[in-house]
């Protein structure tokens, strides 16, 4: 399949495994350069390596991470043509066992981490004409558990 991503710049977060490591599988074979980016090391190294792609460990709930991926894609690839916000978790934990820190970190996992960096890349896309920015979303965001 063509998706007309050969030779773009493509990021994608929560990239070491699942979905996330499957898209940049995908894109890879398109013929993109990825960064793949996740906060354990050593998967993601190896993932990376594996499929010939850039990679930058990072916590993306960190704000300072965002320009550090955008810096990481300019320096290393030269531009950013495509985003995937993919990074994200979901835990089996009782409704009424949910507290106020549970909440707050997965609105910061599922909600402001892909805004920000949505935000710090952005006008870099939009400079080389647009490009396709994709969130993949948990209902992690609305309620941090499966129960």
Do not use: Y
């Not at 906060?39 to 550090?68: H, I, K, Q």
Request: net charge negative; with cysteine.
């Amino acid at each position: 399949m063509d998706l007309g991503l050969d030779g773009r710049v493509c990021v994608v977060t929560g990239a070491s495994r699942g979905i996330g490591l499957a898209t940049s599988r995908r894109l890879v074979a398109e013929g993109a350069q990825v960064l793949m980016v996740a906060r354990d090391e050593e998967p993601l190294s190896a993932a990376a390596e594996d499929l010939g792609a850039e990679w930058l460990a990072g916590d993306v709930t960190d704000a300072a991470c965002d320009e550090r991926i955008v810096a990481t894609a300019v320096e290393q690839l030269g531009r950013i043509d495509v985003l995937v916000n993919n990074a994200g978790t979901s835990r089996n934990v009782a409704l009424d066992e949910l507290t106020d820190d549970d909440w707050r970190e997965q609105h910061e996992l599922h909600v402001m981490a892909p805004m920000r960096l949505m935000r710090a890349a952005a006008p870099r896309v939009a400079g080389r004409g647009g490009g396709p920015i994709a969130n993949v979303c948990s209902s992690s965001g609305k309620r941090p558990s499966q129960t």
